[in-house]
């Protein structure tokens, strides 16, 4: 009988579920906010880079044909 209770339990340890993210909301937060600057960085960056093709682009100088 102590050999089921024991397995019991080792199984009970084994399949336990808990929430890791309702325990450290903390955690969470922080992992949001880099994740908002990190895209904000890069999309800085991004249109940066549009923006100066952009203007490169507009730099060209061209005829007109009659």
Same mark, same amino acid.
Do not use: P
């Given at each position: 009988m102590?050999?089921?209770a024991l397995?019991?339990?080792?199984?009970h340890h +084994? #399949?336990?579920?808990?929430?890791?993210?309702s325990e450290n909301p903390? *955690?969470? +937060? *922080? @992992?949001?906010? /880099?994740f908002i600057v990190g895209v904000? /960085?890069? #999309? +800085? @960056? #991004?249109y940066r880079k549009w923006m100066a093709r952009k203007a490169r682009m507009a730099s060209? $100088? *061209? $005829?007109e044909t009659k």
């Open positions: 102590a050999a089921i397995r019991n339990s080792q199984i +084994l #399949a336990k579920r808990h929430n890791w993210a903390g *955690v969470i +937060l *922080v @992992f949001c906010i /880099v904000g /960085v890069i #999309a +800085l @960056f #991004a060209y $100088e *061209v $005829e």
